[in-house]
């Protein structure tokens, strides 16, 4: 890959879509770095959309930046769409209002402004590309967290209000800092949609930098990942306009995909992380919740049981328990 060109995946998640909670996510193929968010509520396009508003916001740059997703609908309202639905006054070929709009102006917005070409590549979702099944797990996890209630909801500014926009948004558990924020409190949130001066300075550059050295191992040791089985979810090639949301027995969704995508299996058990924040320096004694994904490969027994010996973990995020 040319020096001058950053290659990112992308993608979308939405549990039972629409209206399931859903994810989003991204990941620098050469780097190592990649972000994850999602809310209580939402659609695959959703989150698709806020997948390539967060990769653009995040590689900002001369260089050319290429994203690779499994969405036609995501590329074609980034790069196509959107120049006829300007012409349009943001109405469709049916004169209805486009959805997600503010989500499209944005990214529409960060293209015009980057100083770097950007260019779109579509990739067969759920067939065993390394990094397409990476962000794909990382918008799930996402999306699962936010029905459990274990993580908050994370949308850039533009995706809760396209979410508010669409008639998806009831019973959503939206933080009070996004509420202040579209209330009119500018300066609350942050580009990626966190809530500014959530972390403290000093744990989260330490954790993150650890994080950063794990993904590098991580990537080195790591050749191949296994390929998924799984049925393309999304947006079909040569679609002239918008989709619609699946609807009646014939609807899709990323859930009714996962187990298969996973093989059903799952892991319980405690996992020690080395070196553990008590010995950082800058430790302020305060419980941490962190995400993150392990990639290995061992030996399993007859009763599922593996033994982890220094697995590489790649840190995703970090919150601060109890700080508001």
Known sequence: ??????TVSTDGSALSNPNGPMGWAWADHRGGDADAGGASNGTNQIGELCAVLQALRAHRGPETLVIETDSQYAINCSSKWVHGWKKKGW??????????RPLIEAIDREIRQREGPVRFVWVKGHAGDRFNEKVDMLARGYATAA?????????????WRSLLDSPYSQ?????????????????????????????????????????????????????????????????EAGQEEEDEEPKGPGAQSDEAGSDRASRGLRASGRVCITPPPSQSPNFAGKDLHISGT????ADIDQEGMVVLDQVPFRLHGIEVRGQE
């Open 171 to 235: 019973g959503l558990d939206m933080p009070d800092a996004v509420q202040e924020e579209l209330d009119g409190s500018a300066g609350v949130l942050d580009s990626n949609g966190r809530k500014r001066n959530r972390l403290s300075e000093p744990d989260e550059e330490d954790l993150e930098d650890r994080g950063e050295m794990a993904e590098e191992e991580m990537s080195e040791a790591d050749d191949d990942q296994a390929e998924m089985d799984h049925d393309y979810q999304g947006d």
């Open 1 to 6: 890959m040319n020096e001058n060109t950053i």
């Open 91 to 100: 109405r469709n070929s049916q004169g209805k209002s486009v959805k997600n």
């Open 147 to 159: 029905r459990d209630g274990s993580r908050e909801g994370c949308l850039p500014v533009e995706g």
């Open 294 to 297: 392990i990639e290995f490969s």
